[in-house]
């Protein structure tokens, strides 16, 4: 990885749950989400969230910051961020094999309008 390096993860086949409220809902969701490496660390690299949408139960949020950090290995991502309209999430987004290019998954705790559990499967774009 290096600084100004890109990764994009875009899912279309993705799943949401409802958290907290009675009864559950359970549907689909899609999203794409972009990271742009800002920094190098002896153990790992810093990341902005530059970019993202997210498709949850009908609502489309946009992400309008965050940020994150991966480790030396570059196979795992965890990090913050928020969405218009307004939002808040944590993200942790693990790829097979590394960030490098492949095939990932994208864990989010959205707390949008109502508290979601996102999980989105999809590709990885360099």
Do not use: C, W
């Amino acid at each position: 990885m290096t600084a100004g390096q890109t990764i994009t993860i875009t899912s279309t086949q993705g799943t949401f749950r409802t958290v907290g409220v009675t009864p559950t809902r359970n549907g689909t969701a899609s999203g794409t989400l972009t990271f742009t490496v800002t920094g190098k660390l002896s153990q790992g690299y810093i990341l902005s969230l530059t970019s993202g949408t997210l498709t949850v139960d009908g609502t489309t949020y946009t992400v309008s910051s965050g940020s994150a950090q991966m480790g030396r290995a570059a196979d795992v991502i965890i990090g913050q961020g928020t969405t218009t309209p307004t939002g808040q999430f944590l993200v942790q987004a693990q790829a097979r094999g590394s960030f490098a290019g492949t095939t990932g998954s994208v864990a989010l705790d959205l707390n949008g309008s109502t508290e979601y559990a996102v999980f989105l499967t999809g590709t990885i774009h360099n």
